[in-house]
């Protein structure tokens, strides 16, 4: 055999192992529409088991209740202040909403504890023992039923790319995207701050692993026409617990 | 065939002339360096341009115009060591400073301010590859330079200095980089301690128009835990960020040179200024490594009782030390 026939031969699985890399690296970008793998089959990375909040950051006013009036970090417009002021905690407790500091919009802020699980294939459930709230977030095709808003409103997530708007990504580079609507007007702080019906919210999730534990980033960004003149985009810590043993359910609570 | 015997077959046929053996090898390396600029490519997030800190994640700390009350470590892994300097730093003083100005501003001051933050690499001229990613904020000294193509942190021995040593690396489009040889400076905007020993080590992340930055310190000296901070930035589009300040400016209030205000334990006169205002018990107020998880309410609850009302008082003219309407320029309501 002539050495240059030889040698085409010998190149040839460098070759091809290269075309496969970098068609493996196009099957990420459609995997969604060429295949029927579920949410939980193509997770780009193990959301699920218990994190704590790490609260580092405006502390007085996530740990404990902040003072009325206490508005910093709120992009908040006239109409929100005048609603802000008039907060009444024994009034949201007499009428039956002593949850409206734990809707979706501002609970990922609060001294919380998550239990996230698969709930099937295609829906991740996310429980939080502050409060004792629970978010449900659907994949895929999900339509929402309906009805009226909840607290934690109706959540559609997806595995979004880190990466500037629609420019494509491998699998396991991304972060767990979700939207939610259908919120009940509640308080994006628990003194008051409200956020109405119109309000949008859209989250993203991204873990990392530290020496000592997994850390999980949690993007919130709210977008209300009503009570925000500008998106509130706010960052928050977990950090990941190896097991449940310091899950503590607590009811909401309007006053502490 | 081993590798050594296939390259012996390759410089045998170049030195023949055999054209066949020389196009299929021009095919081949053309080939390997198509693929390995792609996977490298692929391996990189495009992070630069000019991006606008949202400041809404860490508002005690950015306050405009005031930072953080003197004594807040709220939520801090202060230890006995980091605690005792902290209470007798007078910062504001030491700002003031000709001869000192400077000193609480390395790069983990880009986790504390409110300022923007420019973004560009450099790169390899005649490889293309990224040598460097650098960060440029407003406020400190010389830019952030993370080192990525491979070079190892210097001997400990090294010199330090306020931008210290930083390599990076690139996972699953999340660059993480590592911060080394730093000299002493501050990891609150009130003057709370990080030593010449500390690490920073940053998780930066892409999500469209935002950035999202995650940073952890860990220093032996002053921490008893690593201690977590988070920014939000966002794509601007080229202008540079509003809040791009001069390198470390202070007014000199005439202290005189070599003089290093302090305060001696036990007479930091701002110690029980969140005590008298809020309510909060001292010991939360010195924060602690417990004070950073729910559990620590449950130590709260029984001395804890909210006030009344805000009562921050306002510190410069036109500030709104509670927040509410006009405390944050508009931004346009369509997002780029």
């Given at each position: 055999m002539r050495s240059s026939t030889r040698l085409t031969i010998l190149a040839m699985p460098v070759l091809l192992a290269g075309v496969w890399c970098v068609g493996i690296g196009a099957q990420g970008q459609g995997r969604g529409a060429a295949s029927p793998q579920t949410a939980q089959a193509t997770a780009a990375f193990d959301i699920t088991g218990y994190w704590t909040a790490v609260i580092t950051q405006d502390w007085r006013l996530r740990m404990v209740m902040p003072p009325r009036g206490d508005y910093m970090g709120f992009p908040m417009t006239a109409e929100a202040k005048k609603v802000a002021d008039a907060w009444d905690p024994a009034k949201d407790e007499a009428a039956g909403e002593q949850c409206k500091g734990y809707g979706a919009a501002g609970l990922m802020r609060l001294p919380t504890r998550l239990h996230v699980t698969w709930q099937d294939g295609n829906t991740l459930r996310m429980d939080a023992d502050f409060g004792t709230q629970t978010r449900v977030f659907h994949f895929g095709e999900w339509k929402s039923p309906g009805g009226p808003p909840t607290w934690q409103g109706d959540s559609v997530a997806t595995w979004a790319p880190r990466r500037p708007l629609a420019a494509p990504s491998s699998p396991k580079a991304r972060g767990l995207k979700v939207v939610t609507t259908n919120m009940r007007p509640s308080y994006l702080r628990r003194n008051g701050v409200p956020y109405s019906a119109q309000a949008t919210l859209t989250e993203y999730f991204d873990v990392f692993s530290e020496p000592d534990a997994d850390m999980m980033i949690v993007t919130t960004i709210v977008e209300d026409p009503v009570y925000l003149y500008n998106p509130l985009i706010v960052a928050s810590h977990f950090k990941k617990e190896p097991n449940g043993a310091k899950w503590d359910p607590t009811p909401c609570s309007a006053k502490w | 065939m081993g590798p050594h015997a296939?390259?012996?077959?390759?410089?045998?046929?170049?030195?023949?002339?055999?054209?066949?053996?020389?196009?299929?090898?021009?095919?081949?390396?053309?080939?390997?360096?198509?693929?390995?600029?792609?996977?490298?490519?692929?391996?990189?997030?495009?992070?630069?341009?000019?991006?606008?800190?949202?400041?809404?994640?860490?508002?005690?700390?950015?306050?405009?115009?005031?930072?953080?009350?003197?004594?807040?470590?709220?939520?801090?892994?202060?230890?006995?060591?980091?605690?005792?300097?902290?209470?007798?730093?007078?910062?504001?003083?030491?700002?003031?400073?000709?001869?000192?100005?400077?000193?609480?501003?390395?790069?983990?001051?880009?986790?504390?301010?409110?300022?923007?933050?420019?973004?560009?690499?450099?790169?390899?001229?005649?490889?293309?590859?990224?040598?460097?990613?650098?960060?440029?904020?407003?406020?400190?000294?010389?830019?952030?330079?993370?080192?990525?193509?491979?070079?190892?942190?210097?001997?400990?021995?090294?010199?330090?200095?306020?931008?210290?040593?930083?390599?990076?690396?690139?996972?699953?489009?999340?660059?993480?980089?590592?911060?080394?040889?730093?000299?002493?400076?501050?990891?609150?905007?009130?003057?709370?301690?990080?030593?010449?020993?500390?690490?920073?080590?940053?998780?930066?992340?892409?999500?469209?128009?935002?950035?999202?930055?995650?940073?952890?310190?860990?220093?032996?000296?002053?921490?008893?835990?690593?201690?977590?901070?988070?920014?939000?930035?966002?794509?601007?589009?080229?202008?540079?960020?509003?809040?791009?300040?001069?390198?470390?400016?202070?007014?000199?209030?005439?202290?005189?040179?070599?003089?290093?205000?302090?305060?001696?334990?036990?007479?930091?006169?701002?110690?029980?200024?969140?005590?008298?205002?809020?309510?909060?018990?001292?010991?939360?107020?010195?924060?602690?490594r417990e004070s950073m998880y729910p559990e620590y309410r449950k130590t709260l609850k029984d001395t804890y009782v909210p006030p009344d009302k805000c009562n921050t008082p306002n510190l410069r003219a036109g500030i709104v030390a509670c927040g509410g309407p006009g405390t944050y320029a508009p931004l346009p309501r369509e997002r780029p």
């Open positions: - | 296939l390259l012996g077959e390759v410089v045998t046929a170049i030195r023949a002339g055999d054209e066949t053996m020389k196009t299929t090898i021009r095919v081949m390396l053309t080939a390997v360096l198509l693929l390995a600029t792609a996977a490298s490519a692929r391996a990189q997030v495009d992070i630069s341009g000019t991006w606008a800190q949202r400041p809404y994640t860490d508002s005690l700390g950015y306050n405009p115009g005031n930072g953080p009350t003197p004594v807040d470590f709220t939520g801090m892994p202060l230890n006995e060591s980091g605690l005792a300097r902290a209470l007798a730093l007078s910062y504001d003083t030491q700002i003031a400073s000709d001869d000192r100005r400077c000193v609480p501003y390395t790069v983990a001051y880009m986790l504390q301010g409110p300022q923007g933050v420019r973004i560009w690499t450099e790169n390899d001229p005649r490889t293309g590859e990224v040598v460097s990613w650098n960060f440029g904020f407003g406020g400190v000294l010389s830019p952030l330079k993370v080192w990525m193509d491979g070079r190892p942190h210097p001997s400990k021995y090294a010199p330090h200095t306020s931008t210290g040593f930083t390599t990076g690396k690139w996972e699953n489009d999340i660059l993480t980089t590592y911060t080394t040889h730093l000299v002493a400076g501050s990891i609150r905007r009130n003057g709370a301690p990080h030593s010449d020993e500390a690490t920073m080590t940053l998780q930066l992340v892409r999500h469209g128009d935002l950035l999202i930055v995650s940073g952890r310190f860990d220093d032996p000296i002053y921490l008893d835990g690593p201690y977590h901070l988070a920014r939000v930035y966002q794509q601007t589009g080229g202008a540079p960020p509003p809040a791009f300040a001069a390198p470390c400016s202070g007014g000199s209030e005439g202290v005189p040179e070599g003089t290093v205000r302090h305060h001696l334990p036990g007479e930091n006169p701002f110690a029980n200024e969140l005590t008298k205002r809020y309510n909060l018990p001292m010991k939360a107020v010195l924060g602690g």
